[in-house]
C-alpha cells in the first residue's frame, strides 16, 4: 500500500452502501490491492471513534500475518491519511491503538490456542477478518460470540478476500446464502444480514502502480481471475474432495501440538496409508504422513519412529477381520500400544461428503511436509460410473481414505445428511 492513500469513487459507494445497509456481516471481496481493506480498516476506526470506551478487532490465520499487514502497515497509512489530526497512542506490548476517547482498536491472528482462549474472555463492537479465506469458517463464528460489548454501536463483522472457489464456505454463505454448516437456505430475514461488495484494482488505479497492474494482466488465466477480474473460480469439476484449496488448507501453522495424537489409518500391503493429526479448538492440524508397502508391523515400528507411539488410531473398521500373519489389523495395532478406534465404514460417497464439508468449513489445515496426500487431494476424481478412479492411478485415494476415517470419526454427518449428502 501506498504511504498516501485517497478514496476513490468504487469505494465511496461501497462505503455509502454499508452505512445505508442494515447487514451486520460484510464482505469486501475482489482483486488485489482493490482498496478493501483499506476501507475496512477505515470503517473500523469511524466506529471506535464514534463510541468511547469501545473495543474493536482485526485477525488474521496467523499473528505474524497481521502484525506486517495491519498493524504496521495498513492502520498506520488510514490513519496518516485520513484523521491525521488523531492522537493514538500505540501499545506494542498488547497490539493495539488507544484512541482518545479511550476506544481500542486491536490485531490478534488465529493460529495459538492460548492467544484465542484469551480472546474469548474479551468482548468487542466490531471484528474485522482479513483474508477470510485463510480463516476457518468455525472459527470466525467462535470469534462472534464476543460480539457482546454493551454500547450504542450496532454490532458488526467485516470480511476481506480474494475469491478462491465457489465450493468456500464464504462464496455459500454471502453469494448462494446458504448455511455452510448444514447446507440449508437462508430464511429472508436472515439473508438481509449479509452483505457483499465485489472491489477490483481497476477501480483503485489512483492508488496503484502502474507496473503493479501490468503485471496481474500477464498472470496465468486462473490467476488473473482470481486477482485481477476478482472471481470465483467455478471449476470444481471432476475433483472428488472439490473443497480443498491448497492456498486456503495447506500452512505451516498445521504442526503438532500438545495432548492426543491422532492418526486416520487405511489398510493396504502396497500403499498403507497414514496421516498424523492434532485436534484444536477449530479443527485438525494434520503435520505428518505416512505410506508405505508392507504390512501392519511395519505399520507399527513407522509410527513409532514418527514419535506417536501410544497415538488413537481411527481406521478402516475392515481391519478389525483383515489378516496380516494371522493376526487382525486391530489387533496388531492394540498390542503395539495403540489405542484403537474405528467406526462401521460408510458409504464412499458419504464419505468424501463429509469429507468436502470439513474442507469447506475450514476445519482442516495440512502441513506442508504432507506432499503425497496434498496430491491425492488434487487428484483425485470420480469415474464415469460415480465411483472412485483408482485405476487410472493405484496409489491414490488412500491417504485421503486415512484422512476421511479421521473426519467421519470427528466431524461426522448428521444423519439426515448422509446418502445423498452434496456441498458442492
Excluded at 207 to 214: G, K, Q
Excluded at 241 to 266: M, P, Q, W
Excluded at 408 to 417: E, H, I, K, M, V
Amino acid at each position: 500500500m501506498p504511504e498516501m492513500f485517497s478514496k476513490t469513487v468504487a469505494q465511496r459507494k461501497a462505503i455509502d452502501k454499508i452505512a445505508n445497509s442494515e447487514a451486520t456481516n460484510i464482505m469486501l471481496f475482489g482483486g488485489a490491492r482493490a482498496g478493501k481493506s483499506a476501507i475496512a480498516v477505515y470503517i473500523v476506526i469511524v466506529r471506535a471513534c464514534l463510541t468511547p470506551n469501545s473495543n474493536h478487532i482485526i485477525v488474521r490465520n496467523t499473528f505474524n500475518a497481521v502484525k506486517n499487514s495491519m498493524f504496521m502497515e495498513t492502520i498506520p497509512v488510514i490513519l496518516n491519511g485520513f484523521f491525521p489530526d488523531l492522537p493514538v497512542k500505540w501499545d506494542k506490548t498488547n497490539y493495539r491503538i488507544i484512541l482518545p476517547n479511550e476506544s481500542t482498536i486491536r490485531v490478534s491472528g488465529l493460529d495459538d490456542q492460548k492467544r484465542v482462549e484469551s480472546l474469548l474472555g474479551l468482548q468487542f463492537s466490531t471484528i474485522l477478518v482479513e483474508e477470510c479465506n485463510q480463516v476457518a469458517w468455525v472459527a470466525v463464528q467462535r470469534l462472534k460470540t464476543r460480539l457482546a460489548e454493551k454500547n450504542n454501536l450496532v454490532k458488526k463483522t467485516f470480511y476481506t478476500q480474494n475469491p478462491t472457489k465457489t465450493s468456500s464456505a464464504y462464496y455459500q454463505v454471502f453469494e448462494q446464502q446458504i448455511d455452510p454448516i448444514d447446507g440449508e437456505a437462508f430464511d429472508p430475514d436472515t439473508a438481509k444480514d449479509y452483505l457483499s461488495i465485489k472491489m477490483n484494482p481497476l477501480d483503485n488505479i489512483e492508488n496503484i502502480d502502474p507496473n503493479f497492474l501490468n503485471m496481474l494482466e500477464k498472470l496465468p488465466e486462473k490467476e488473473k481471475l482470481r486477482f485481477l477480474s476478482g472471481e470465483y473460480d467455478k471449476d470444481n469439476s471432476g475433483a472428488a474432495v472439490y473443497s480443498f484449496n491448497k492456498e486456503e488448507h495447506v500452512s505451516d501453522i498445521a504442526k503438532r501440538l500438545e495432548g492426543t495424537d491422532y492418526v486416520g489409518s487405511d489398510f493396504n500391503i502396497d500403499w498403507n496409508s497414514d496421516v498424523l493429526a492434532s485436534q484444536h479448538a477449530n479443527g485438525l492440524y494434520v503435520w505428518d504422513e505416512i505410506q508405505i508397502a508392507g504390512d501392519t508391523f511395519k505399520k507399527c515400528d513407522e509410527l513409532k519412529r514418527k514419535g506417536v507411539s501410544g497415538a488413537t488410531v481411527i481406521c478402516d473398521s475392515t481391519g478389525k477381520a483383515r489378516r496380516t500373519s494371522g493376526k487382525s489389523d486391530h489387533v496388531i495395532l492394540k498390542n503395539a500400544g495403540f489405542h484403537v478406534k474405528f467406526k462401521t465404514n460408510p458409504a464412499v460417497k458419504d464419505k468424501i461428503a463429509n469429507l468436502n464439508r470439513c474442507f469447506t468449513l475450514g476445519l482442516i489445515k495440512i502441513n506442508p511436509r504432507c506432499k503425497k496426500l496434498i496430491r491425492d487431494l488434487t487428484q483425485l476424481e470420480w469415474n464415469d460410473k460415480e465411483q472412485l478412479d483408482q485405476k487410472t492411478d493405484p496409489s491414490l485415494s488412500h491417504l485421503v481414505d486415512s484422512l476421511a476415517y479421521l473426519c467421519w470419526s470427528l466431524y461426522p454427518l448428521s444423519s439426515n445428511q448422509t446418502s445423498n449428502a452434496s456441498f458442492s
